[in-house]
């Protein structure tokens, strides 16, 4: 079975067993990559997920062509969140492809959008969060990511599938 499969089992243990959150899920596959979603809050349809970490052993390795083929791959592939991603900024020297939605989603005192940043280097060459500027004010805050159950089995078999 794959990580989207042990996801769903461990967030339906979640949501039955009524708590607590926030909680960590953490699954495994056979090839040694390890997610992690911090879950905030879950019931039968969906819900709340603040990040989302993938740790993939083979990228440490890798060259910087395998991260920008991921991006490309994985910008391609999920096409079904609020907003389609693209990659923004390719940084051979640090090791990191950063992909953010292209056009965030206007709230009338701002915005939100999705960041990923793709590494060689470090425990998550995978890093999924979403965020919220507002108007007037420095900075962005992160916000939580409301997803459904089919929606993040979805991203989390196209995430494992795109994996060089």
């Known amino acids: 079975m794959g990580?989207?499969?042990?996801?769903d089992?461990?967030?339906q243990t979640l949501t039955l067993a009524g708590g607590p959150l926030p909680a960590n899920i953490r699954?495994?596959?056979?090839?040694?990559?390890n997610l992690t979603a911090v879950v905030t809050s879950a019931d039968t349809l969906g819900c709340a997920i603040s990040e989302i970490?993938?740790?993939?052993p083979q990228l440490q390795s890798s060259t910087f062509d395998v991260l920008k083929e991921w991006a490309k791959q994985l910008s391609q592939r999920v096409t079904y969140l609020l907003e389609q991603i693209g990659p923004l900024e390719f940084d051979e020297q640090?090791?990191?492809?950063?992909?953010?939605s292209n056009k965030p989603d206007q709230l009338p005192d701002g915005a939100q959008y999705y960041?990923?940043?793709?590494?060689?280097?470090?425990a998550g060459n995978f890093l999924?969060?979403?965020?919220q500027f507002t108007k007037g004010q420095a900075g962005r805050q992160p916000v939580d990511m409301l997803l459904t159950r089919q929606v993040i089995t979805k991203l989390i078999d196209d995430l494992e599938a795109t994996i060089p």
Do not use: C, M, P, T
């Open 3 to 7: 990580l989207s499969h042990d996801f």
């Open 9 to 11: 089992q461990e967030l």
């Open 27 to 33: 699954v495994s596959n056979q090839r040694g990559v």
């Open 53 to 56: 970490e993938v740790f993939v």
């Open 94 to 100: 640090a090791g990191q492809v950063l992909i953010r």
């Open 115 to 122: 960041e990923i940043v793709l590494s060689r280097h470090g």
């Open 128 to 131: 999924l969060k979403r965020y």
